[in-house]
T-cell receptor
């Protein structure tokens, strides 16, 4: 394992289209987090998984957003009917049990909705 | 809602100068972390501080956790252009996730 991988790195989509992002964490990361970061701001929490269970969703995550982590390995984040306000960097992070160890982030997916 | 306020938001200094970045909150955190983020990349963990009053050093970087575990500082000695980046503090309030500050964008000019 060389780190947390995110795909794609960049996505440009038209308003109203659906997009899906993928995150592949390091194998020992039983916790997986999704954050959103807009320009000049810190990351904002969206949701997290412990193994395959989605344990918390932020109020930021509207009904248009859904995330899955089948079999507790990779995760996907889907945004339906994208809006211009969805434009942001979407970051995935993995963690062993215990936040003391910190997050290992992927390089992110930069979404631009035009 | 736990908020982490970082100051300053922007800092531009000359190579060789010293600087301090602050991270403050009204909430208590069981641990606090500092990350550095470069453009187009995810944040990278620099350090975790756990005990009130704790000081950790990482080469020219010194991190301090406040006695009450509500604030932290990052001091850089003799800054170099390679220190340029977005510095983020993040706190663990026991809610199973990290809360991030808005970041300090640091530019070191040669």
């Amino acid at each position: 394992d060389t780190g947390v991988s995110q795909d794609p790195r960049h996505k440009i989509t038209k308003r109203g289209q659906n997009v899906t992002f993928r995150c592949d964490p390091i194998s020992e990361h039983n916790r997986l987090y999704w954050y959103r970061q807009t320009l000049g701001q810190g990351p904002e929490f969206l949701t997290y998984f412990q193994n395959e269970a989605q344990l918390e969703k932020s109020r930021l995550l509207s009904d248009r957003f859904s995330a899955e982590r089948p079999k507790g390995s990779f995760s996907t984040l889907e945004i339906q009917r994208t809006e211009q306000g969805d434009s942001a960097m979407y970051l995935c992070a993995g963690n062993k049990q215990g936040l003391h160890y910190g997050y290992t982030f992927g390089s992110g997916t930069r979404l631009t909705v035009v | 809602t736990q908020l982490l306020e970082q100051s300053p938001q922007f800092l531009s200094i000359q190579e060789g100068e010293n600087l301090t970045v602050y991270c403050n909150s009204s909430s208590v955190f069981s641990s606090l972390q500092w990350y550095r983020q470069e453009p187009g990349e995810g944040p990278v963990l620099l350090v975790t501080v756990v005990t009130g009053g704790e000081v950790k050093k990482l080469k020219r970087l010194t991190f301090q956790f406040g006695d009450a575990r509500k604030d932290s500082s990052l001091h850089i000695t003799a800054a170099q252009p390679g220190d340029t980046g977005l510095y983020l503090c993040a706190g663990d309030s026991g809610a199973q996730k990290l809360v991030f500050g808005q970041g300090t964008r640091l530019t070191i000019n040669p």
